[in-house]
């Protein structure tokens, strides 16, 4: 199935390091956008994470990448570390049998490390905005010789308050360089930056993988934040989810909720961020295999993730971001199968519910929290499907035929049923947990555009120069570790850097409408 990429000039080494990661065919987003990269021309890409974005515009950059030059030709902007790391990783899988290399370079790792790491003299630099300044300020990074920048996940960079670095990138690299922009959305923001920094782009619209609403039963449960823990505990027991993801705001609560629910006897891990590589794919693969039928999981570690057979989404925090509301419910109801999804709600946080209502055009029924007396019904209803299932293996149960005879000589079978359904019954754990209370969502006044906007949607996701305190319940931040003496540094130097002085690109007769829907 090769032959399509070769249809699309990708070079024999390309094709080969293609074969080996087990590529078939290109997905649509790359059909269309890989012919347009490869020609030079500037580009839009609005397409979602999981429809092959980075093949996109990775395949493009290999081929224009001149291997013989050691310097760096291509800088592509990342929001957050992980993806930093997870594209250069697919760049490098995908340029192994060519002479391009790909490094990684964000926030939270030894800057000295990543000094070193440059002098073996990388052409691909996959950077967080925030570290990229570092580097520009230390003179460890030049941008003579580049001729492609990438802005990955644009709308993601600056809605973590990245829109002031980004200028200031831009505006040091040289004018004649091509620019690929890839956003999954395209806010005013994102368009006033597109206007200002690409010429005549071609803009290519995926439409997004359409969740199938239809099929996902939607509730809110409104909820003090101190009650959530024993309300989701409620849930489980009720529903049994087959595999439910649950959805935390912070680093921190994905720890907390899961140490709290394995004290109560469920088979649950989390992941985040902070996790090794080894451990994320680990958990993951556990939670595909169903060795643990809970996952609990920040909004960006949970990125990308494509697990069949989620009967549930639980968020335990409510996202600040409408979009992010529809990605995680949008794990459950695949393949066209039913699922459910409820959101736990603190009374404050209701206008948020209502941006989400807003934006899927639907409305998310209200539900109650079930009490402990609906909750051991329902213990009761699982047990009985279970004995009632049971009873229909016949062949199983012939080596206990004959205790079963022995015991009805001396008990009366309704009683002998009654005592098998009490054992059968899960009783309501209460085992006292510590999960630290996180203070409400507030209500965002968006400013004109957007731009200088450095408040984040998700505190999933945050500035790599953040310099914080970690989990500081108010800014709801994480995901993303500090870069605390680095950006002292930065932040000095930065009130004396000059800002760049770039005029949009657009300028004159040649600009059109490239967003008109």
Do not use: W
């Not at 829109?163 to 040289?174: F, S, W």
């Not at 999804?341 to 079930?370: G, N």
């Not at 049923?417 to 006044?445: F, G, Q, S, Y």
């Not at 999933?460 to 120069?465: E, F, I, L, S, T």
């Amino acid at each position: 199935m090769l032959e399509k990429f070769e249809q699309l000039m990708i070079s024999e080494p390309v094709l080969r390091a293609l074969n080996d990661m087990g590529f078939e065919e290109p997905t649509p987003i790359q059909q269309e956008a890989i012919p347009v990269a490869m020609s030079g021309k500037d580009m839009i890409g609005q397409a979602q994470t999981g429809t092959g974005k980075t093949a996109a515009f990775g395949l493009p950059v290999l081929e224009r990448v001149d291997g013989s030059n050691r310097h760096v030709q291509v800088v592509i902007l990342s929001p957050t570390r992980e993806l930093a790391i997870q594209v250069a990783e697919e760049l490098n899988k995908m340029a192994q049998y060519t002479d391009i290399t790909a490094l990684p370079i964000y926030g939270g790792q030894d800057i000295n490390r990543q000094f070193r790491a440059l002098k073996k003299n990388p052409q691909i630099i996959v950077a967080t905005p925030g570290r990229l300044m570092d580097h520009m300020d230390r003179g460890s990074i030049k941008f003579e010789d580049v001729k492609i920048v990438v802005l990955d996940e644009a709308d993601e960079m600056l809605n973590m308050g990245f829109v002031d670095d980004i200028n200031k990138i831009l505006g040091a690299i040289p004018e004649d360089h091509q620019t690929l922009l890839f956003s999954a959305t395209m806010p005013k923001a994102i368009r006033e930056l597109a206007e200002t920094y690409l010429t005549e782009p071609t803009l290519i619209r995926m439409k997004p993988t359409q969740v199938t609403m239809d099929l996902i039963e939607q509730y809110y449960i409104e909820v003090q934040d101190r009650q959530k823990f024993d309300v989701l505990c409620r849930l489980f027991d009720l529903q049994a989810p087959e595999l439910a993801i649950i959805f935390t705001r912070t680093k921190r609560r994905v720890d907390e909720v899961t140490e709290a629910l394995k004290k109560r006897g469920y088979m649950a891990e989390g992941i985040h961020g902070d996790l090794s590589q080894q451990k994320r794919d680990s958990v993951i693969r556990q939670f595909r295999e169903g060795t643990i039928d809970i996952l609990v999981a920040t909004d960006v570690a949970a990125r990308g993730l494509d697990i069949s057979g989620v009967s549930h989404v639980y968020n335990y925090d409510l996202p600040q971001d409408p979009e992010s509301y529809t990605h995680r419910v949008g794990r459950t109801g695949r393949a066209g199968k039913a699922g459910e999804a409820y959101t736990f709600v603190i009374p404050r946080e209701i206008e948020h519910l209502h941006a989400i209502e807003r934006l899927t055009k639907r409305k998310i029924a209200k539900r109650r929290a079930p009490s402990l007396g609906e909750v051991l019904e329902g213990q009761q209803r699982i047990a009985v499907e279970s004995l009632v299932e049971m009873a229909g293996n016949v062949e199983e149960l012939v080596p206990f035929k004959v205790s079963a005879e022995e015991l009805l000589n001396d008990t009366d079978s309704v009683t002998l049923l009654a005592a098998a359904l009490k054992l059968l019954t899960k009783e309501p754990d209460t085992t006292p947990v510590n999960i630290t209370e996180e203070k409400p969502l507030r209500v965002r006044r968006r400013r004109e555009g957007g731009r200088g906007d450095r408040r984040r949607r998700d505190g999933d996701r945050r500035r790599d120069g953040d310099r914080r305190r970690e989990d500081r319940p108010r800014r709801n931040r994480d995901e993303r570790r500090s870069e605390r003496r680095d950006s002292r540094r930065r932040d000095d130097r930065r009130s004396e850097r000059p800002k760049a002085d770039r005029k949009p690109r657009h300028q004159g007769e040649g600009f059109k409408p490239y967003f008109k829907d």
